[in-house]
């Protein structure tokens, strides 16, 4: 019998005497948010919460939106910028960086020489200072957010901006590729010494646009 075989047969054992009730709705008596907050505070905690999180924030409008990008990935200065092939080409109308594509066929090898990446998002949550991504074609596949080393995510304030998580996960499409992202990648594993950069980004930018 193996291990999976064991623990699934004490799974059943401990609901012998559990009698089913899958018509049962699911009690959501839980809190939606933590007290109440306009759209404005709402957008506020939430760059509060990204900026706790080490995450850079930036605020602008639609129509300064490519100048921004355009800044910050000169400030970063690669020589290429990976792409999503839903991403509005507007957004990067004003970048000089050469852009690289999204596709199937490329290695993580190939990404790796991509110093950063510009995408959308599904929905970012102001209390946990959390943006999520599902993999839309404004956002790519989940690979291409966590092989650069600099990542920009542009977030649709306020359309795109929920208080709490049981608000994002109505959103959310539980069967797309969610990635869920709060600051840039980091670890304190090693004797408590936080590293970034481990396990996706080391630099996250995160751009709150009108």
Same mark, same amino acid.
Do not use: F, K
């Given at each position: /019998?193996?291990?999976?075989?064991?623990?699934?047969?004490?799974?059943?054992?401990? $609901?012998?005497?559990?009698?089913?009730?899958? &018509?049962?709705?699911?009690?959501?008596?839980?809190?939606? +948010?933590?007290? +109440?907050?306009? =759209? +404005?505070?709402?957008?506020?905690? $939430?760059?509060?919460? $990204?900026?706790?999180?080490?995450?850079?924030?930036?605020?602008?409008?639609?129509?300064?939106? #490519?100048?921004?990008? /355009?800044?910050?990935?000169?400030?970063?200065?690669?020589?290429?910028?990976?792409?999503? #092939?839903?991403?509005?080409?507007?957004? /990067? %109308?004003?970048?000089?960086?050469?852009?690289?594509?999204?596709?199937?066929?490329?290695?993580?090898?190939?990404?790796?020489?991509?110093?950063?990446?510009?995408?959308?998002?599904?929905?970012?949550?102001?209390?946990?200072?959390?943006? !999520?991504? &599902?993999?839309?074609?404004?956002?790519?596949?989940?690979?291409? %957010?966590?092989?650069?080393?600099?990542?920009?995510?542009?977030?649709? *304030? #306020?359309?795109? !901006?929920?208080?709490?998580?049981?608000?994002?996960?109505?959103?959310?499409?539980?069967?797309?590729?969610?990635?869920?992202?709060?600051?840039? %990648?980091?670890?304190?594993?090693?004797?408590? &010494?936080?590293?970034?950069? =481990?396990?996706?980004?080391?630099?996250?930018? *995160?751009?709150?646009?009108?």
């Amino acid at each position: /019998m193996s291990s999976r075989e064991r623990i699934l047969g004490r799974v059943r054992r401990a $609901l012998a005497d559990v009698p089913p009730d899958e &018509d049962a709705p699911v009690e959501r008596d839980y809190l939606r +948010e933590h007290g +109440e907050r306009t =759209v +404005e505070e709402t957008v506020d905690l $939430l760059a509060e919460n $990204l900026a706790d999180y080490r995450a850079v924030v930036h605020r602008t409008d639609s129509e300064e939106l #490519p100048y921004l990008i /355009m800044r910050l990935l000169a400030q970063r200065g690669p020589q290429y910028v990976l792409v999503p #092939p839903g991403l509005p080409p507007e957004w /990067m %109308s004003a970048a000089d960086p050469t852009r690289v594509h999204d596709r199937a066929v490329s290695t993580a090898r190939e990404l790796d020489q991509v110093e950063s990446v510009v995408t959308g998002c599904a929905v970012a949550i102001a209390e946990t200072g959390t943006i !999520v991504l &599902d993999g839309s074609p404004d956002q790519g596949r989940r690979r291409i %957010s966590l092989i650069p080393d600099h990542h920009i995510c542009v977030v649709r *304030v #306020p359309d795109q !901006v929920v208080a709490s998580v049981p608000q994002a996960l109505e959103r959310l499409d539980p069967a797309r590729p969610l990635t869920w992202i709060s600051g840039p %990648s980091a670890t304190s594993d090693i004797e408590l &010494d936080r590293v970034e950069g =481990v396990h996706g980004p080391r630099t996250l930018e *995160v751009v709150l646009v009108r």
